[in-house]
């Protein structure tokens, strides 16, 4: 059964940086888009980027330029840089395939202050 193990949230100022890693356990790594989601405070989870097995991404519009996806197919691991980031940025931050087809894991929490 797969699994995924999200890592390295915390606490930053507006403009820092933060890199999240998310290890995948199980064959779905291999064969599947991978993408980023968050769940922003009191609101749904939302898809934040993607990135496919050979390297294509997709961003949602209000993190283009400041975020940055990548994967390591080798380990089973895919990376979120985090720069420039915003009090609006503030969320749980959860990795899965897309579409969703893994439980969800715990989520590293990113909060941003202003």
């Known amino acids: 059964q797969a699994q995924l193990v999200e890592a390295g949230g915390g606490l930053v100022q507006a403009g820092g940086s933060l890199r999240l890693s998310c290890a995948a356990s199980g064959s779905i790594f291999s064969v599947m888009v991978m993408g980023w989601y968050r769940q922003p405070p009191g609101t749904q989870r939302e898809l934040v980027a993607t990135?496919?097995?050979?390297?294509?991404?997709y961003y949602v519009d209000s993190v283009k330029g400041r975020f940055t996806i990548s994967r390591d197919n080798a380990k089973n691991m895919v990376y979120l840089q985090m720069n420039s980031l915003k009090p609006e940025d503030t969320a749980v931050y959860y990795c899965?395939?897309?579409?969703?087809?893994?439980?969800w894991g715990q989520g590293t929490q990113v909060t941003v202050s202003s």
């Open positions: 899965n395939t897309r579409p969703v087809a893994v439980g």
């Open positions: 990135i496919s097995r050979t390297g294509s991404t």
